[in-house]
């Protein structure tokens, strides 16, 4: 019995805790994702959103760098010279020095609080960075997703097509062979089977492309194979200009980065000025000291006041630049929200042709397949011609792949709207 309790106890683990074994796979083989799924696994697991979380650490650990000044610095101090007086009778001798010094600023005007103030807002605009990354990325997903479901419809109407020529060589060689077609029914059927195989490869291979590009998007470039729900192909949500320029000026991440970049800026102002400003620090120490040993102890206790009163003019062109800055941002900040406007409107107008082409090409496919019915059922009555049925079956190809275009463009122009909304879900 001992010899299967290792056995036993891993199957136990597995049935006691599934969800363990299966975290350490972000999509399982076969699974069935959603829109929401695949944005979420994107957002965990995409290199670009990691980066940017790594740039929020560095941007933390400057405000510690710049916290520092406010607690007292401590080191250990030793040194060993060797002396030679010759004015006092080419005398040789040693001096050994070790102390503990500690140093505190007492006042600085506040120059450690503005610089701490400057490393905080830069962290806020980093995550703000962090925010846009996200919202590029959930762009970058559901049109991969989008995309990719319109190549999976692509390629079943290509293998529906191939099926319907199949079927209508079929129907030409019978007519052929009790001798009520010719043979260039049979020949024609055979050159429109060829081209709708052709186009079945095509459709095929352009699935391929859509999925790396799915599984890319995903941060995940080796996922196993999956399938998509296409129900989020077939939704709708309406929007107007004013509430969407109003979510995109509120929302908007990188126009907030840049706002707090503008703070930062005004921050800088303040402290380039403090360099006209004196500062006060204050040193204890307690060490020892001697030309031989055993040395003597000794501490000392001290303040410095550091008065500026001439720096080459540094401080000032130091404000200068400073001002300058600013200045710049705030030429940024007025030129994005131009950006942002252009992008809103852009967006909803991709949306509303969209949305207009959908509707049109809707009535064209239920069109085009009541004339291939017809077409199919004069052929099958022996007075239609096999050109009739194809114009027909070509007719119904273009308008139901046109027709799935237009959704996916629909879904596309939609997420282009979110993205310039700053949605980042």
């Known amino acids: 019995m001992k010899k299967y309790q290792p056995f036993l106890l891993t199957i136990l683990l597995l049935a006691l805790f599934p969800a363990l074994a299966k975290s350490e796979v972000p999509i399982q083989k076969g699974e069935r994702l959603n829109l929401s799924r695949c944005v979420e696994t994107a957002l965990r697991n995409h290199p670009v959103v990691q980066g940017a979380r790594d740039t929020i650490r560095i941007g933390e650990s400057r405000i510690g760098q710049a916290q520092a000044n406010y607690y007292p610095q401590v080191n250990w101090q030793t040194d060993y010279t060797r002396i030679n007086r010759s004015r006092t009778g080419n005398s040789t001798y040693s001096d050994y020095n070790s102390s503990v010094v500690l140093s505190q600023t007492l006042y600085d005007f506040g120059k450690t609080k503005t610089s701490v103030n400057i490393e905080k807002l830069t962290t806020d605009s980093f995550r703000q960075d962090l925010h846009r990354a996200e919202t590029e990325i959930v762009y970058g997903v559901k049109s991969a997703y989008f995309s990719l479901l319109q190549a999976e419809k692509n390629r079943d109407v290509a293998v529906e097509t191939v099926a319907q020529f199949q079927h209508h060589l079929t129907q030409a060689k019978g ?75 509120r929302n908007r991440p990188d126009l907030q980065s840049i706002g707090k970049k503008v703070e930062a800026a005004d921050e800088s102002i303040k402290l380039a000025r403090k360099g006209y400003y004196p500062y006060v620090t204050g040193s204890a120490g307690y060490g020892y000291s001697g030309e031989d040993f055993p040395l003597r102890d000794g501490w000392n206790v001290g303040a410095l006041l550091n008065v500026p009163l001439f720096s080459g003019f540094q401080t000032r062109y130091a404000v200068e630049e400073a001002k300058a800055s600013l200045d710049v941002l705030r030429a940024n900040e007025a030129s994005l929200r131009q950006t942002i406007r252009l992008e809103v409107e852009q967006a909803l107008s991709n949306l509303r042709e969209a949305q207009e082409r959908t509707e049109a090409t809707r009535v064209a496919v239920r069109q085009a397949e009541e004339n291939a019915e017809l077409a199919n059922g004069r052929y099958d009555a ?37 993205k310039s909304i700053g949605k980042r879900d």
């Open 175 to 249: 007519f052929f062979e009790v001798g009520t077609k010719p043979k260039f029914d049979v020949t024609k059927a055979e050159v429109d089977l060829s081209n709708a195989v052709l186009n079945r490869i095509r459709a095929e291979n352009d699935l391929r492309i859509a999925r790396v590009g799915l599984v890319n998007a995903l941060g995940i470039p080796s996922a196993p194979e999956f399938s998509l729900d296409d129900s989020p192909l077939f939704q709708k949500e309406k929007i107007d200009l004013a509430d969407a320029l109003e979510r995109a000026y």
């Open 382 to 418: 022996g007075v239609g011609n096999p050109i009739e049925v194809t114009d027909a079956l070509v007719s119904l190809s273009n308008a139901r792949t046109a027709y799935i275009a237009a959704l996916t463009d629909c879904r596309i122009a939609q997420a282009g709207l979110e």
